[in-house]
């Protein structure tokens, strides 16, 4: 079993949506909860970190973490054809070793 | 301007020809990591570092070295490269293990071996 899993994908939803992704974890010494969101051939680009249970916004974006239920959202509020690209969520330990989830593919259509 | 720059962008190369991917950064940060992502498995951490000759391995240390001798730099070592080492190489690099707000990832080095 991956210490990680996300959920699949792929997801395609209109302009304006509200999109929900989502990961669960296996390994209480995690600690902090990062997404990304990766664009064909680029790096990946931090959208959203944190380190305590509970939401925390920035603009559209909306991570919530359930340190309970080793639970992770992301929500994309008015979802745009900008916001089409791969989104992966990582999770750290304190010690530095990182996990991520194998990537759900969001396409916004116009 | 602040980057992680990595050398090469694209390589091609034969099965047990030694390579070295450079990672460099110039925001003075103590963490840097790599990564490789294959289709379909998201980003695996390879080894890490959490500040100057202080490395650590990830999930998939096999087949690499790596070395911290320097705070910038912080090369990926493939010593007898195989056909399952072909991947999109990424390097990383944040303030701190536990500031990952702060983190830069590099452009990718992408790697054939034939």
């Known amino acids: 079993q991956k210490e990680v899993e996300q959920d699949p994908g792929p997801l395609s939803v209109p302009e304006g949506a509200i999109v929900s992704l989502n990961c669960t974890y296996s390994n209480s010494a995690f600690q902090y909860f990062m997404w990304y969101r990766q664009y064909s051939r680029k790096g990946p680009e931090l959208l959203m970190y944190?380190?305590?249970?509970g939401n925390k916004e920035d603009g559209r974006f909306t991570a919530q973490v359930d340190k309970s239920s080793k639970y992770i959202s992301l929500f994309i509020r008015d979802s745009q054809p900008s916001d089409s690209a791969t989104y992966l969520c990582a999770i750290n330990t304190n010690a530095g070793k990182s996990t991520f989830g194998d990537g759900t593919t969001l396409t916004v259509k116009p | 301007e602040a980057q992680v720059t990595q050398n090469p962008r694209y390589l091609i190369t034969v099965t047990g020809k030694k390579l070295t991917v450079t990672c460099s950064q110039n925001m003075n940060h103590e963490y840097m990591s790599w990564y490789r992502q294959d289709p379909g498995l998201g980003l695996r951490q390879i080894y890490y570092s959490m500040n100057v000759e202080v490395t650590d391995k990830g999930d998939v240390p096999e087949g690499y070295k790596v070395s911290r001798k320097e705070k910038r730099n912080f090369p990926l070592i493939l010593e007898s490269p195989s056909p399952n080492q072909t991947s999109l190489y990424f390097c990383?690099?944040?303030?701190?293990?536990?500031?990952?707000?702060?983190?830069?990832f590099g452009p990718g080095t992408r790697l054939l071996v034939l």
């Open positions: 990383a690099s944040s303030l701190s293990a536990n500031n990952q707000e702060t983190q830069y």
């Open positions: 944190t380190y305590s249970s």
